[in-house]
């Protein structure tokens, strides 16, 4: 019996893609002060309005306890707010500031390089491929990562 080579296996590939492709996201968000689940919770909110931090955790694809210590920086720093859900007593509802909007819009333009860099081995139909390929395993995998269907903006974060 013969192991198989990791570079024909999926898992492999995605996950040294993951990490290659994490640290150039680290390295392009900490000018701004930023973690990945810091910048994650920030789109999301800035994205699907107000969401609970289990929610919040589950869409940015980290644990509760991660995501408890990146919301509680990001409250620090005036750019999420955290209010009592108006009828459940035991949710804590997080939503982003117009400060958290701006810094997310910032990190975006950040990882821009990133996304090129990653892609740059595709033609412009290839990373349009690409793209859909990945959206489609992780539709399978983890759905809520990708937001609603026509997920857009809330009304006030729109071209904030």
Not at 45 to 61: F, K, M, N, V, Y
Not at 80 to 93: D, F, L, N, S, W
Not at 103 to 127: D, N
Request: a neutral charge; glycine letters at 8%; one cysteine or more.
């Amino acid at each position: 019996m013969t192991v198989w080579d990791p570079g024909e296996r999926i898992g492999y590939l995605l996950w040294q893609l993951s990490q290659a492709y994490a640290q150039r996201i680290e390295q392009a968000l900490r000018p701004l002060k930023l973690t990945q689940a810091q910048y994650s919770a920030l789109v999301r909110l800035s994205r699907d309005g107000t969401l609970s931090s289990a929610e919040l955790a589950r869409r940015c694809g980290v644990t509760a306890q991660s995501m408890g210590t990146a919301l509680r920086d990001l409250v620090e720093r005036g750019l999420v707010q955290r209010r009592a859900h108006p009828t459940h007593g035991k949710i804590v509802e997080m939503s982003v500031t117009a400060a958290g909007v701006e810094l997310a819009l910032r990190g975006e333009g950040a990882l821009e390089p990133c996304e090129r860099e990653a892609l740059q081995a595709f033609l412009p139909q290839e990373q349009e491929q690409v793209r859909a390929f990945l959206q489609r395993m992780l539709g399978t995998l983890n759905p809520r990562a990708l937001g609603a269907v026509g997920d857009q903006p809330p009304e006030e974060t729109r071209g904030a």
